[in-house]
């Protein structure tokens, strides 16, 4: 996995972006940006409400995000997992790089982890906390890392809470009712579900319009609840793609309060293809300093993920073969964004 090395170029002081950042404007430009329009508007959903199972499941259907609202995540929780993000993110670079992530870990201060599937560098940092937030703000801050740990367990904690209502609210969608997730399995084995946040920090960027954020990529985990900053935009994501000659980048600003969720690829796999991943990207800004937390789950390592039985019509076959979330790893190791595919079964 790649981390900086000391001699990384530090891109909060940068003046101009180097030609290891700068990426093709054919990359960069591959898709309009289309205008918010009705069409394209995310959907903003409160969770907690009675309709909430069937406007998730039609979100995820047809656009494989939504915002949620009435989470409950108190909105002062949210506040402090920024505000500690930026404390951190705002440490001189050699600071950081004291938890420089280590070749074969997943926790640690470095480029972002899809960084090796690209030929340019991306205009973001990040720190991983994929176990105790200590094992990575201890090597930071000898005594001054009590509040951090505190916030960014805490909102773990909350998080977990957001993702099993989330994954209940989909299930319910597709017809499962308690009964029959218990029985697949799912939910029980979720208690001990693989957990991790990401924080993200896309600096100011002097030409951010040759610039790349964080390049497009869809979440192999089930679920990704991300939490992004106030003012700034930078989060788009991919229409159409299917459809062709309508692909488009649609902006999904932050909205105050609202959490946003991502499907991942093994959801698309549990679903049998009923819902599908989102490809996404984050672009950059030359005034602002954008922060986003993302909390990616899946389920423990020794499950193995396929298509729920009951989603399969009679007489015919599941679309995907089962994986363990860490062989999908091993997969899109290989194959990044062709990985899914690598999984799909020849329709009988
Ligand atoms: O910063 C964002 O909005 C996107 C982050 C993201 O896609 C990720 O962490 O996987
Ligand atoms: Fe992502």
Redesign the pocket.
């Known amino acids: 996995m790649p981390s900086l090395s000391h001699d990384a170029f530090d891109l909060h002081s940068a003046d101009q972006v180097p030609d290891s950042y700068s990426w093709p404007s054919s990359f960069l430009h591959d898709h309009p940006v289309s205008a918010p329009d009705a069409v394209d508007s995310i959907p903003v959903i409160d969770i907690s409400s009675p309709s909430a199972a069937s406007l998730v499941g039609a979100a995820c259907r047809s656009f494989g995000v939504f915002y949620a609202t009435g989470h409950g995540v108190p909105s002062d929780l949210l506040r402090d997992v920024e505000a500690q993000a930026r404390r951190l993110f705002s440490l001189p670079l050699h600071r950081k790089l004291l938890a420089a992530r280590l070749p074969g870990f997943l926790s640690g201060y470095g480029r972002?982890p899809l960084s090796s599937f690209f030929p340019k560098l991306m205009w973001?940092e990040?720190f991983t906390l994929a176990g105790d937030p200590l094992d990575v703000s201890g090597n930071i801050w000898s005594h001054d890392h009590s509040l951090f740990c505190e916030v960014m367990e805490k909102y773990k904690r909350w998080m977990k809470r957001v993702a099993e209502k989330l994954l209940n609210l989909m299930l319910h969608s597709m017809g499962l009712d308690d009964e029959m997730t218990d029985r697949a399995g799912f939910m029980k084995e979720m208690i001990l579900a693989v957990d991790a946040l990401?924080l993200?920090s896309?600096p100011p960027c002097p030409e951010p319009e040759k610039a790349m954020?964080?390049a497009p990529?869809t979440?192999s985990g089930l679920l990704?609840v991300?939490h992004?900053n106030g003012g700034a935009r930078?989060?788009q994501i991919l229409r159409g793609e299917n459809v062709s000659g309508t692909a488009r980048w649609v902006a999904?600003p932050p909205l105050a309060g609202a959490l946003?969720i991502?499907v991942g690829d093994l959801l698309q796999i549990l679903s049998n293809g009923r819902f599908r991943s989102v490809r996404?990207?984050?672009v950059v800004n030359a005034a602002e300093h954008?922060i986003?937390v993302?909390y990616?789950i899946g389920p423990p390592g020794h499950v193995k993920v396929g298509p729920i039985r009951r989603l399969i019509k009679a007489g015919q076959s599941p679309m995907y073969r089962s994986v363990t979330w860490p062989e999908y790893l091993a997969i899109r190791a290989r194959l990044f964004d062709k990985a899914i595919q690598c999984v799909e079964l020849p329709a009988k």
């Open positions: 972002p973001s990040g990401q993200n896309y954020g964080m990529h979440d990704t991300l992004q930078g989060l999904v946003v991502h996404h990207r984050a954008r986003s993302a990616i």
